[in-house]
């Protein structure tokens, strides 16, 4: 009996796997063995390394990815090209592995707490109108003076928001203890004040306090509220939805784009947007604004703003510029209340600093001391500035005269003696000469110097064998943040998520959040990593605009119904290039009147005068408005007015003033005065 068949590997027996299959063959008289491959046996998936399916489905889920982006032929040749003998998992398999995750992350807290090594602070905010989100990040020091933090979202099951426990109850639930009833934050940062009052009188918190981003917003909503300014933001989107409305509007605006050679595009409205935005269409209008001007005339538009608006318009334009410097600053991952007084005190300075005085400034500076005045004079702003005394970059600089540091410093001394838990220090009087001996060491460290760009904690860490105590109590005023995480980077209009809320099962949905939020870095508000930068061309489109228009102090913009005039150079008739119908109020060119050669005349011009003036100025429409240089006789000018009113004058001098008829004369002649005196200024 044969028994090599037995013997030898080379079958076809389907219990023997492919990859060990192989047939004997003779080539040119040698025998060889070859694979055998069975067509009708399906190819045998690899199987996927556990860790790789950990690292993509912590990818997608971190960028808002759905999973099954896995399976995009992109995505397939950049694997294949790393790694050519690289395995993909599947969608299921990702789903399989997030679904074990956020179990896991459910029984397990996140933030791993230690009492005594820092304080515990938390930030949070929620963003949505039926379906609402939460975000809140947790604060913590795992070593001194090294601030960690988490970010977890939440899907909050109720619409409206009645307790504090919708809130509070997440972020306590994260935090590693016995029970989360045990959990209390030494700080924690809400996102408004409907919100504060809602949670302040819970008793979870040591300190509570209001997003500083929220103020911000309640200012500038303020000042965007003033008629001057609201008007002309009015104006300007009126103009950017009137090119936008028909092909031959817009072609007439790219003609003289290219002709002036401007690189920038036209802005797109933002009606009901975010105030950031309306920064970037106001700076993008302002710096188009010779372009627009051009275009008002070519096109026939009467109701663009005047150059004494666009002044007004600078002004607002570089006043929100320093505002969402301040807001980008404080919404640093390492931000703290400390920077908090600082630059409002920076924002007042720029507002009272102002070269040009405007009528509404006193309105600016009076909704900056209104809106402020929470963290200004309220109870907590001794908080704020004991926070602002123990930053390296504030202490006793221009913020405060050195007699208010001083008596910050005192306060704080005596505030520290109290709440003091050093066990050394037995005694009141050990207290005292220990507190201050470190702040003398500490006025003796700045006078080194400090750079804006120091990171507090850092620096704290160096000083600390220093001024041991003052470096831990620093520790406790410096941890808090002074934004709140920011719920609509995530979850509003265009955010991270925003599109997969409506996409997800409310199931896989909160299993998609829960290990999404744990990969998130803290972000406060006032930072939008989406937001167009100004790049340097707009920047100098708009100095040179500026520059130019605040040469004069008073500029008066070309006017269409004047054919002849030494202020303005150029002398062409605008012309409407479109069909009357689609033009609203079109201008009316009449040819100049001949000088005057009578008094008569004059009289009758300044009536005329007297009446536009009233029915339309120079600043509400200076395209529609009244010529404002006339020719008048030598004999007219406001040098001989005595001379004609010496008559009037006589009649009613030796008469009682309480006289109707009598004051009518004076009126009369107060108004007569003050027509020449018009005539003699332009």
Avoid at 196 to 203: N, T
Avoid at 438 to 455: A, D, H
Wanted: charged residues 25%.
């Amino acid at each position: 009996m044969n028994h090599s068949g037995a013997s030898q590997p080379g079958t076809s027996s389907s219990l023997i796997p492919s990859k060990y299959r192989f047939a004997q063959v003779r080539v040119n008289g040698v025998k060889r063995k070859l694979v055998f491959t069975d067509s009708s046996e399906k190819p045998r998936k690899e199987d996927v390394d556990p860790k790789t399916i950990e690292l993509m489905s912590h990818f997608f889920v971190s960028q808002g990815l759905p999973l099954k982006c896995a399976r995009e032929p992109t995505f397939i040749n950049l694997v294949r090209y790393l790694n050519p003998s690289h395995s993909i998992p599947s969608p299921f398999q990702m789903k399989s592995f997030l679904a074990n995750s956020s179990k896991k992350l459910k029984e397990r807290p996140t933030a791993h707490f230690t009492r005594g090594v820092g304080p515990l602070c938390l930030t949070l905010d929620y963003v949505g109108d039926d379906q609402k989100f939460l975000v809140y990040s947790i604060h913590w020091f795992e070593k001194a003076f090294e601030r960690q933090n988490i970010v977890c979202f939440w899907r909050l099951r109720l619409r409206d928001i009645r307790d504090s426990e919708s809130l509070l109850l997440p972020a306590r639930t994260s935090v590693d203890s016995i029970s989360y009833a045990t959990v209390k934050f030494d700080s924690i940062v809400l996102p408004s004040l409907e919100a504060y009052d809602l949670v302040v009188r819970s008793r979870v918190g040591k300190r509570y306090y209001v997003c500083f981003h929220h103020y911000m917003t309640m200012f500038v909503e303020n000042v965007m509220r003033i008629p001057e300014l609201a008007k002309g933001l009015d104006q300007l989107n009126n103009l950017v939805c009137f090119i936008r409305e028909h092909s031959q509007f817009y072609t007439l605006f790219e003609n003289i784009k290219k002709a002036r050679n401007v690189q920038f595009d036209l802005p797109i409205t933002k009606r009901g947007e975010r105030w950031e935005q309306t920064f970037m269409f106001l700076t993008k209008c302002l710096a188009l604004h010779d372009t627009f001007f051009e275009y008002a005339e070519e096109a026939g538009y009467q109701n663009y703003i005047s150059n004494m608006m666009f002044n007004y318009l600078l002004y607002f334009q570089r006043l929100l510029q320093q505002c969402v410097n301040i807001s980008r600053e404080l919404s640093q991952p390492h931000n703290s209340i400390s920077q908090v007084i600082p630059k409002i005190n920076e924002l007042k300075t720029f507002i009272l600093g102002s070269k040009r005085r405007y009528r509404f400034q006193n309105t600016v500076e009076e909704s900056l001391k209104y809106v402020f005045e929470n963290i200004t004079h309220d109870k907590s702003h001794f908080l704020y500035e004991i926070a602002s005394l123990l930053d390296p970059r504030y202490a006793y600089g221009k913020t405060f005269s050195l007699e208010k540091w001083l008596n910050i410093e005192r306060r704080a001394s005596e505030e520290f003696q109290i709440t003091s838990e050093d066990s050394d220090l037995i005694t009141v009087h050990q207290r005292q000469k220990v507190i201050k001996d470190n702040f003398e060491m500490y006025r003796q460290m700045l006078e080194l110097g400090v750079e804006q760009s120091e990171n507090p904690f850092q620096w704290w860490t160096e000083c600390h064998k220093a001024m041991k105590f003052l470096s831990e109590v620093a520790l406790q005023y410096l941890a808090c943040p002074a934004t709140t995480v920011n719920a609509s980077y995530y979850f509003g209009k265009g955010g991270k998520f925003e599109h997969l809320c409506d996409r997800l099962s409310f199931k896989e949905l909160d299993t998609f959040l829960i290990n999404a939020g744990m990969h998130q870095k803290y972000v406060g508000k006032g930072f939008d990593n989406n937001e167009e930068e100004i790049t340097p061309e707009l920047k100098e489109s708009l100095e040179n605009t500026a520059n130019r228009l605040h040469v004069r102090r008073v500029f008066i913009p070309r006017d269409p119904t004047l054919r002849v005039s030494q202020f303005f150079h150029n002398l062409k008739v605008p012309v409407a290039l479109f069909p009357v119908k689609v033009i609203s109020n079109p201008s009316v060119i009449k040819k100049p009147p001949p000088p005057l050669e009578s008094d008569s005349q004059a009289d009758e011009a300044l009536e005329e005068v007297h009446f536009l003036e009233n029915k339309v100025k120079i600043e509400d429409d200076p395209l529609r408005a009244p010529p404002m240089r006339f020719t008048v006789p030598l004999e007219d000018k406001p040098t001989d007015l005595a001379l004609r009113c010496l008559p009037m004058l006589s009649e009613v001098k030796n008469e009682d003033l309480e006289i109707a008829d009598n004051g009518e004369r004076l009126g009369k002649l107060y108004d007569e005065a003050l027509r020449f005196a018009r005539l003699e200024f332009f």
